[in-house]
């Protein structure tokens, strides 16, 4: 039988104080869902400090948009965020179109939305799946994909692709809808309407997962937005920072929805938080998907695109939290500097300040529900 | 707050602050030496800049722009903050300790611009590996293997 000490000495990841172990978890993880790598110090099981190390799949996506034209440049952020690619897309193309005054038609505007929404639906789907998963659970996994799927499709169908869609482009969406997208859209609200209730059933009303999550990872509103949190996380923890209610773009002042917001900062918390946004955003499209405005889906614009010398920010709000599209413009045809400020990489910075204290298993329970995708952390 | 009221009580803090109001939001312009001190200010005085939800640096080629997005959870005005640091030796004082979501951005501006944030309690590498040369946001930066200039 060993002490404690006597381990330490034996294993070649350890250093540190005595009783402290230093143990890497990733880049090849599970419940990492990625590269990512964090050097965890414990105590015996309590975590005593985090120390994310980056950048595995560091594609420098912002050094490359510097040779870009402003036609291009959107197609690369897909593969940032790859499961808020809609909502990366629109981010660029808005920072062009308010850049350049480029009036989008009003058809256009409502298929963004719609689009957005979905694309929200489906990654929080992902989300519980993975992060039931994560906490041991397998059978949500089937149940949120089977849901994910019909969003999927709707997206092939008018996108052309299933992940990292293409469709934002500066002064609209690439090209018309499918025929079939209202009819296909009817079918998932309703699917989804019926099905949502067994979520609840198989997770939230579950004790295990409850007793997993509750008081786990607690996250204070101070602290909240002192580490730039935002999104589901920032609101689980009571801070109001909602971008489509706060700074309404495209339709979203238009629509009746509610900002979903928590105060106990917990993981479970931040469950809740997700689904219950899912409901908001079936009530968005509920409320869209029969008056889509007939007309253009797409502005007329210029072959090449040239904003004019200056500065423009766009945030736009994506299923993880604040995109910030920061461009630097000289007047050229590609832009001189841009910034992505994504919101997976602020709520990252939170975790070792979150797990400090808490058990290496509770862990699992507190990454998962931060939403991490790594590509949006290393850009 | 509006801008009148905005640079009125920034003055009140910074004397030396330019104001450029030709953008979306006030930006303002300080000194490095002058910033901490300002931010501070911004932080704690009536204007309560709260959030910080962007900080990164621009290569103008002959000279530096470090860029900070503030914005008030309660009052809802945002600023951008700008300051001049040097090419050859860029250096600023680190604002982690006013916001914490500043730690990892300083690290990121750290290794992609080489800019020194100075009292910062561990400026370290985030993305890049640890031998890696060279500062790859700068506007001179070429890696002849790894083409990212097309």
């Known amino acids: 039988m060993y002490t404690q000490t006597e381990v330490i000495k034996d294993t070649t990841t350890a250093k540190g104080a005595e009783n402290e172990l230093v143990i890497n978890m990733g880049p090849q993880h599970p419940a990492t869902h990625g590269v990512l790598h964090l050097v965890v110090t414990l105590d015996g099981e309590t975590v005593k400090k985090i120390e994310p190390h980056l950048g595995y799949i560091h594609r420098s996506i912002e050094k490359m948009t510097e040779s870009l034209t402003y036609r291009q440049f959107t197609y690369v952020t897909s593969r940032m965020d790859y499961l808020s690619a809609h909502i990366n897309n629109l981010a660029c193309a808005m920072t062009v179109e308010k850049a350049m005054q480029i009036e989008v038609p009003e058809r256009a505007r409502v298929i963004r939305v719609l689009m957005n929404e979905l694309t929200r639906i489906a990654s929080h789907e992902l989300w519980i799946g993975a992060m039931a998963m994560d906490l041991g659970a397998f059978t949500p996994f089937f149940y949120a994909f089977r849901e994910r799927e019909m969003i999927t499709e709707i997206m092939e169908d008018s996108c052309g692709a299933r992940l990292t869609m293409n469709y934002m482009v500066p002064g609209g969406v690439m090209h018309d809808i499918h025929p079939d997208f209202q009819k296909k859209v009817k079918a998932f609200v309703q699917q989804f309407k019926d099905k949502v209730t067994e979520y609840e059933d198989l997770v939230t009303n579950n004790v295990i997962f409850q007793s997993r999550t509750k008081g786990v990872g607690y996250l204070s509103k101070e602290d909240a937005i002192s580490y730039g949190c935002s999104g589901p996380v920032a609101r689980a923890s009571g801070v109001s920072c909602d971008i489509r209610k706060i700074y309404p773009y495209e339709v979203y002042d238009k629509v009746e929805f509610d900002e979903v917001l928590d105060t106990a900062g917990d993981s479970f918390a931040r469950y809740i938080v997700r689904i219950k946004e899912m409901n908001q955003s079936i009530r968005i499209i509920e409320q869209l998907i029969d008056t889509i405005p007939e007309g253009d889906f797409q502005a007329k614009t210029k072959a090449v695109l040239k904003p004019p010398k200056g500065e423009f920010y766009t945030r736009v709000e994506t299923a993880r939290g604040e995109l910030g599209v920061y461009l630097v413009s000289e007047g050229g045809t590609t832009p001189y500097r841009i910034k992505y400020r994504s919101p997976g990489f602020s709520n990252l910075s939170a975790l070792d300040h979150m797990a400090r204290g808490g058990k290496i298993g509770d862990l699992m329970a507190t990454m998962g529900t931060l939403d991490l995708v790594i590509p949006d952390i290393d850009r | ?150």
Not at chain 2, 73 to 97: F, G, L, M, Y
Not at chain 2, 121 to 148: A, C, H, V, W
Request: with cysteine.
């Open chain 2, 1 to 150: 707050m509006t801008n009148e009221v905005l640079k009125e009580q920034i003055l009140t803090l910074e004397p030396t602050a330019t104001f450029d109001e030709t953008g979306e939001w006030l930006n303002v312009q300080v000194e490095p030496a002058q910033w901490k001190e300002l931010a501070r200010g911004l932080r704690n005085s009536a204007m309560h800049f709260d959030y910080l939800f962007c900080l990164t640096c621009v290569d103008w080629k002959t000279h530096m722009t470090m860029v900070y997005h503030l914005s008030s959870t309660s009052h809802r005005h945002n600023i951008v903050v700008k300051a001049k640091v040097d090419r050859s030796q860029p250096e600023i004082e680190t604002v982690c300790d006013i916001w914490r979501t500043a730690e990892f951005h300083e690290r990121e501006v750290f290794e992609l611009f080489g800019v020194v944030f100075l009292s910062h309690p561990d400026l370290r590498k985030l993305i890049l590996t640890d031998d890696f040369e060279g500062y790859p946001l700068r506007k001179d930066f070429e890696d002849p293997i790894n083409m990212i200039k097309l």
